[in-house]
């Protein structure tokens, strides 16, 4: 049980990667609080893994500092805090995404997570024992491509946000790490690509892919075990890869 005892809030955790992230962290011994602006895939996830469920939006402070709370009072603390939640305009030209895909971008990509710090800081700071943030990137922050620009400075923002807060909380003993997957088959899967999910499309996506597929949640949630876990206790502002080579 490498997270034995540990609490952890996973953002986002209702499908995708962020519910393949809470399942190995409650396979794994964690106390888990899996949120999701969508209630009733928070409480399905949540109840099949012995966890707690919170709806809320990432983008709102009010929200995410109940996220918060919510650990603390069911659980007793926190340990391990997951920025997962994430959203995407559709994959096109430049000019064509409206100022609202915009700032909805950027609130629920970048946002959240000063939301996150401003509330889970504290707390880690006042348990005087450290803890691991870990936060949902995209190789779109290390090797671009075209047609997802916003998106792409989206993940840029939080590579650097990542790798800035690593060295500030460094002496509180608080780790931040990002992982930076390729492209998964996840619900915006038909907005990354900009293509109806056909399979000739997702080949169009993988054939830039040394390993040959997309990640998957599986994939995220190993790396996430890995930077959350006390083996890994002395890394701190890693941008890690999940990516089949897609950046090597």
Not at 22 to 41: F, M
Not at 52 to 61: H, K, Q
Not at 154 to 180: W, Y
Request: proline content about 4%; charged content about 20%; glycine content about 12%.
């Amino acid at each position: 049980m490498r997270l034995q005892g540990k609490v952890a809030i996973v953002t986002g955790g209702g499908g995708g990667f962020g519910e393949g992230i809470a399942r190995l962290y409650a396979a794994q011994g964690a106390k888990v609080v899996v949120t999701d602006i969508r209630h009733n895939a928070a409480m399905r996830v949540a109840h099949e893994i012995g966890g707690v469920a919170v709806e809320g939006d990432v983008s709102l402070g009010p929200d995410v500092q109940n996220m918060v709370d919510t650990a603390v009072s069911e659980f007793g603390g926190l340990d391990i805090v997951v920025n997962n939640a994430g959203t995407t305009h559709r994959n096109g030209p430049i000019l064509e995404v409206d100022e609202e895909s915009f700032d909805r971008v950027y609130a629920v990509n970048v946002k959240s997570i000063y939301w996150m710090a401003q509330a889970c800081v504290p707390v880690l700071r006042r348990q005087g024992r450290g803890g691991a943030i870990v936060n949902i990137s995209s190789t779109a922050g290390i090797r671009p491509r075209p047609g997802l620009v916003w998106y792409n400075g989206s993940k840029g923002a939080v590579n650097i946000i990542t790798q800035c807060m690593a060295t500030e909380l460094a002496h509180d003993n608080i780790r931040v790490n990002a992982i930076c997957p390729v492209i998964g088959a996840t619900g915006l899967l038909e907005s990354f690509m900009g293509l109806e999910d056909t399979p000739e499309s997702r080949a169009k996506f993988i054939a830039s892919v040394p390993l040959g597929r997309m990640s998957t949640p599986m994939d995220i949630a190993n790396a996430c075990v890995f930077l959350a876990e006390d083996a890994s206790s002395f890394l701190t502002g890693v941008l890690l890869p999940v990516d089949g080579g897609r950046c090597a």
